[in-house]
Nanobody, 121 residues
Framework: QVQLVESGGGLVQAGGSLRLSCAASGRILSINFMGWYRQAPGKQRELVATITRSGDNTNYADSVKGRFTISRDNAKNTVYLQMNSLKPEDTAVYYC??????????????WGQGTQVTVSS
């Protein structure tokens, strides 16, 4: 009943920028935290950034601080990740995460299918 769809991934040169978006749809009562995670081949999925419902509190992995910015538009049930000064080590599949309450479920983590980001040198 809840679906998260990421978009905006692609191939970019080192130093370039991409903007990812993730839209949640379904019988949603509320969305709490939203965030982005990434997973490179052979590695564990890792936290990139999270944002509270009001947008007043954000958290970033040390590796992306100063380069990435997370934001959200609650009217659109959408979270964004602006990625600047991209590095080859940013190459990964990026996954959207949202903690959502529906009529059928309490606050539960939902995941998108992922979008590939590839940064070439």
């Amino acid at each position: 009943q809840v679906q998260l769809v990421e978009s905006g991934g692609g191939l970019v040169q080192a130093g370039g920028s991409l903007r990812l978006s993730c839209a949640a749809s379904g019988r949603i009562l509320s969305i709490n935290f939203m965030g982005w995670y990434r997973q490179a081949p052979g590695k564990q999925r890792e936290l990139v950034a999270t944002i509270t419902r009001s947008g007043d509190n954000t958290n970033y992995a040390d590796s992306v601080k100063g380069r990435f910015t997370i934001s959200r538009d609650n009217a659109k049930n959408t979270v964004y990740l602006q990625m600047n000064s991209l590095k080859p080590e940013d190459t990964a599949v990026y996954y959207c995460n949202a903690r959502i309450m529906t009529l059928a479920t309490p606050l539960t983590d939902y995941w998108g299918q992922g979008t590939q980001v590839t940064v070439s040198s």
